[in-house]
């Protein structure tokens, strides 16, 4: 299959004039929200999606539209191509093998898998490489916390079901991480190490290399967070040396349904399988069955064909737009917005101040309002920002607050669309009456 490419040059920083026409493949950047010029502000959560991402997915449909690696005829042999010219795509993109990447549901199945796959090799019979991944008490799986609730409650299961116990990296007031604690807390005893790799709260980039160093150095496994990094910045999972990192398809600009887990060949072989069935398996007895290698025994039943496709296409929207650009853009766009922010009385931003490097969002209180009507205020003026813990609560918690507001920016954001967001934020206490209340 033919994926259409982005209609604008790779090459010099971006700017303006280029993002205004990369919004052009993005339609429902035209729309009108409350009788106001939609100003899309929420891709921490859900991206938009380029013409050709769609247009990749409806082909699929009209013309190769069958199972995979289950038939021989021509659909058949079609479809199964653009399944696995697709994870040749998306594992390029991240800097990964073929086999080294399992299609997942989204960032969460992929960690739950993970979590769940080393459950059982904690329990009953495996195989003695599978072993390696059985958990006891005794043994210690360390978080951080400012984790995405999905990067915290399958560990919080596992060391439930195994015996294990849960520890956590802690963070400064400025929502970095306490590096000195973290060399505490790393030890011996560590099996696994969780963390982000972009907060999803407060933008910090965490320091990938010098945590898996340290834990390598014990022994410990890493699982990486890359719902955050993926889709803003360069990421070669080889270059950071993580054993394992997850992802999802709907914050890079590619559809609902579809993840990566990326694995390293030798642990995902070694792992046994989470879910079990059909299309997974290499030989089947009323008694006992036998495995494939992975990625496929990690992907029972029906897979996300068409959706696979589609991210192929989005990675090769972003790639051909160029990743070291749209990271330089957006924190180009994360400091202006930070910056902003700091200038309105009061106004308090979660993380660290202007001029600390950070990703292209902020995530800021507003005295005396209420998360919630802070949204909607801003959407009655098309502006469109996320509100609440977002599914971070125990970070909000350590921060002082239940919830907050989240501005969040990609390559189809502009400066001016940034200025009209702290143009609209300026007014919120004022209209809510709440003028001279103490952050």
Not at 101 to 126: D, E, K, M, P, R
Not at 155 to 177: K, M, N, S, V
Request: net charge negative.
């Amino acid at each position: 299959m033919i994926l259409k490419s982005a209609s604008h040059p790779h090459d010099g920083p971006l700017n303006d004039t280029e993002v205004l026409r990369i919004r052009n493949d993005f339609p429902i950047l035209e729309t009108q929200v409350n009788g106001k010029p939609l100003v899309y502000l929420d891709s921490g959560a859900t991206s938009q999606n380029p013409l050709s991402v769609m247009e990749a997915e409806q082909e699929y449909y009209e013309q190769r539209n069958s199972a995979v690696h289950r038939g021989a005829h021509t659909l058949a042999v079609e479809a199964t191509d653009v399944f696995e010219d697709a994870r040749s795509t998306v594992a390029a993109f991240i800097g990964a093998a073929d086999n080294e990447l399992v299609w997942t549901q989204n960032a969460t199945a992929g960690l739950n898998l993970i979590a769940y796959s080393f459950g059982n090799a904690s329990v009953g019979a495996v195989s003695e490489a599978a072993k390696k991944f059985a958990l006891a008490a005794g043994d210690e799986i360390l978080v951080t916390e400012m984790e995405h609730h999905a990067n915290l409650i399958p560990w919080q299961e596992l060391c439930r079901r195994t015996g294990a116990t849960l520890r956590f990296i802690p963070i400064h007031d400025d929502g970095t991480l306490d590096m000195s604690a973290a060399a505490t807390l790393i030890t011996e005893r560590t099996k696994v190490l969780a963390f982000t790799h972009v907060s999803n709260v407060t933008g910090v980039i965490n320091p990938v290399a010098e945590l898996t160093a340290m834990a390598h150095a014990v022994g410990a496994l890493v699982v990486l967070d890359a719902c955050q990094s993926a889709p803003h910045l360069p990421l070669d999972v080889k270059a950071l040396n993580v054993d394992f990192a997850v992802f999802s398809g709907h914050k890079m600009l590619g559809p609902t349904g579809i993840g990566g887990l990326y694995g390293r060949a030798e642990l995902l072989d070694s792992m046994p399988p989470f879910l079990t069935g059909g299309s997974m398996i290499t030989t089947v007895t009323m008694e006992e069955a036998a495995y494939l290698p992975a990625p496929q025994r990690f992907e029972a039943g029906t897979q996300p064909i068409s959706q696979a496709a589609a991210l192929a296409a989005a990675c090769n929207y972003l790639s051909e737009t160029g990743m070291e650009r749209i990271h330089a853009w957006e924190a180009e766009l994360g400091q202006r917005l930070v910056k902003g922010l700091e200038g309105i009385e009061g106004i308090r931003v979660l993380g660290p101040p202007s001029g600390v490097p950070r990703a292209g969002l902020a995530s800021f209180e507003v005295a005396g309002v209420h998360a919630h009507d802070v949204g909607q205020f801003l959407d009655a003026a098309g502006i469109a920002v996320r509100v609440g813990h977002h599914c971070a609560q125990p970070l909000h918690r350590r921060l002082g607050l239940n919830s907050s507001t989240r501005a969040s920016t990609y390559l189809y954001n502009t400066t001016g669309e940034v200025d009209a967001f702290l143009a609209a934020v300026a007014g919120v206490r004022s209209y809510f009456g709440v003028e001279g209340a103490a952050v």
